[in-house]
């Protein structure tokens, strides 16, 4: 019988809109922060973007080494004001997070008018995994949602 494993990953992104274009928005995200807990071969994994490397364990440290690259990069995307996504590029490119973007569908925007607190999800199905997206507004600034 072969061992389980599980993955569970949450991360936060800043992103801006950097340019609208008729009906398309260019937006650049960069992410904020990855926490990420994974089970495979027996072997618990844990890793917190957040913690010094020398509060790390030896598998978070590695983790670190794979997940550094991936926080020092932007990822510009083209989409509708829907939120579908057209086009995505990462500079500078990495493999890791070439990969990602190619997962990525875009955000399903609410059709309706949202304040502080609200959220919203998304599920799909990648690469066997299910992934589950929430999305939440935090704040309001001058008209903007973050």
Partial sequence: MGAKGGLDMKMSMDTIVTSKD???ITTESKIKWINMNMLQGGMAISYDSSMKEKDLDQPGK????QFDPMM??????????EGEISETKVEPSK???DQLTKQIKGVKYPNKEVTV???????????????????TVSKIEKGTVL
């Fill in 117 to 135: 607190g609200a959220s919203w999800s998304d599920e799909s199905s990648q690469q066997g995994m299910n992934v589950k997206t929430i999305y």
């Fill in 95 to 97: 493999h890791a997070m």
């Fill in 62 to 65: 590695m983790m670190k080494q």
């Fill in 22 to 24: 008729g009906d398309f």
């Fill in 72 to 81: 020092k990069s932007i990822i510009i995307a083209k989409m509708n004001t």
